[in-house]
C-alpha cells in the first residue's frame, strides 16, 4: 500500500507516551501499565535516544536479573532505534516490522518526534481498509455503485 504514515497519525493522533533518560526501568514499566502500552520512548529534552519496549523487559531486564527499581532505563533500552518518515509507506512499515522483527516505529521529521506508528497500528488500517473495499464490491455486485 502507497499509503503514507502521516495518514495513520492524522488518525490515531500523535501522542507519544515517554519517559526522560534519567528514569528508572521501574518508572518506564509504570508508565506503560498505566496506559497499557507495549513501549515508551526515552528522551533527553526533545531529542529521542531511546526506545524500552516489552522485550526489553523480558530480555534485558528480566531475563539480566536487574533490578528495575535502582537500574536507569538508558542501562536497558534499545539505543539510536530505527526511525521512519512521515512520508515513509505502509509497505515501507511492514517491511521494516517483518525485516527487523520490531512493533513499533518513532516517526520522525527534522530531527522532530512527530508520533509513533505500532504493528497494531498498521493492521487495524489494513483491516479497515480491506473492509471497506469489500464493502465497495459487495455494493457494485450487488447494483451498482453509491451516489
Known sequence: MSTPISALLERKGSAVRSVSAASTVAEAVAEMNRHRIGCVVVL????????????????????????????CITDVMSRDPITISPEATIDDVMTLFTDRRCRHLPVVAKGR??????????????????????EHLKNYIAGGLPT
Not at 529534552?45 to 539480566?64: N, Y
Open 44 to 71: 533527553d529534552g526533545e531529542r529521542l535516544v531511546g526506545i524500552f519496549t516489552e522485550r526489553d523487559v523480558l530480555q534485558r531486564v528480566v531475563g539480566g536479573g536487574i533490578d528495575p527499581q535502582g537500574r
Open 113 to 134: 518526534l512527530l508520533g509513533l506508528i505500532s504493528i497494531g497500528d498498521v493492521t487495524r488500517w489494513m483491516v479497515d481498509t480491506h473492509r471497506a473495499e469489500a
